[in-house]
């Protein structure tokens, strides 16, 4: 086919998807008019109910909390998928230094980045706890408080070097940490069911509208999400991080020898 | 306000413009990094604070690191074979 005839087909079908989208932009709601029923109602309800004040932890803790529990699964099989890959061809044994790209200058760090590092690595984590600990108060989260608490041990690496990210962190705490979370999560829906209620059904007493500990079950979820969270981050950094590890000698080999058993 | 949801509208536009004009994967990261924090500027601005938290811890801190580690893999792989 040449060009002529592309350009020639090209033309009755831009036309055609021009009038459609026109048409469905002139008939769209305008720029942030509420449209949802379902958030109203929940916005509504969700403060009178369960004496939260952040209704996204609401719907995804306890309306819905089934789902973010298969959410949290999916994470936690793409994380534990991740390791199987990289570290099934990297093998187990650790070294002491990163690898580093043959005749490329090594300039060091200066005080000032580790001090800050230090420092703002203490700050974000920290912070991020205060997130997930405020879940279900102030928007913010499991998720987001726990990939906040996650993104400070980057600092760590860029402030202290990768034997002593080495030294500090270990895959098999992260690992405990991040099966602990979704032991949780998974309990907190399955204790009700012991007791004759529904799957995540929030039975814990629901505090009082505001409070830090609003919510009841939600609570622990969000918690539980939070650790979750943690501990898939740290395990997936971890694993791509040995990923720059210096070769040692005779590596290929043992890693052929692991493959082939 | 709508000025404001305008501006952020065409700064993420620009900034996710210059991921693709981008043709050398380091740069692109940090532009994708780049642009992650101009997503979440716009997630704060419609009024999604909890969205806007994950899109930096994410889309600006963790993604990026992954990229740049995968990078620096690929380098110092190709120079061991």
Redesign the interface.
């Known amino acids: 086919m040449t060009g002529y005839w592309r350009l020639a087909l090209l033309a009755p079908a831009l036309i055609v998807l021009a009038i459609a989208a026109a048409q469905v932009i002139l008939a769209m709601p305008a720029?942030?008019h509420p449209l949802s029923q379902y958030g109203t109602t929940v916005n509504a309800l969700a403060p009178m109910i369960r004496n939260v004040s952040?209704m996204?932890a609401a719907v995804n803790f306890d309306v819905r909390a089934i789902d973010t529990l298969g959410e949290e699964s999916m994470l936690i099989c793409a994380v534990t998928a991740t390791v199987v890959l990289l570290r099934g061809h990297r093998g187990e044994d650790m070294t002491e230094c990163a690898?580093?790209?043959?005749g490329r200058e090594w300039l060091g760090r200066s005080a000032a980045t580790v001090l800050m590092c230090r420092l703002m690595a203490t700050v974000v984590f920290l912070y991020g706890v205060f997130?997930v600990l405020h879940g279900t108060v102030t928007?913010?989260?499991g998720?987001?408080?726990g990939?906040?608490a996650?993104?400070s041990f980057?600092l760590i690496y860029l402030g202290e070097g990768y034997s002593v990210w080495r030294d500090v962190l270990h895959s098999e705490i992260f690992a405990a940490v991040e099966g602990f979370g979704g032991l949780a999560f998974a309990l907190a829906a399955m204790v009700p069911l012991a007791f004759g209620y529904a799957a995540d059904q929030n039975v814990l007493p629901l505090g009082s509208w505001k409070d830090l500990y609003s919510g009841g079950l939600m609570v622990i979820v969000n918690a539980a999400v939070g650790v979750a969270v943690i501990g898939s981050?740290g395990v997936?950094?971890l694993e791509?991080?040995e990923?720059?590890r210096a070769?040692k000698p005779g590596d290929?080999d043992d890693e052929d020898q692991e493959e082939g058993a | 306000m709508n000025w404001l949801v305008g501006i952020v509208l065409l700064t993420s536009a620009v900034s996710g413009l210059l991921v693709v004009a981008s043709r050398v994967p380091r740069r692109q990261v940090y532009a994708m990094a780049a642009n992650g924090v101009v997503l979440a500027l716009l997630f704060f601005v419609l009024q999604a604070p909890d969205v806007a938290y994950s899109e930096i811890a994410v889309e600006s801190v963790i993604v990026p690191l992954l990229f740049l580690i995968t990078l620096a893999a690929v380098a110092v792989n190709k120079v061991r074979r």
């Open positions: 720029f942030g952040n996204v690898g580093r790209l043959a997130v928007p913010g989260g998720f987001q408080g990939a906040i996650a993104s980057i981050f997936l950094l791509f991080m990923e720059t070769p290929e």
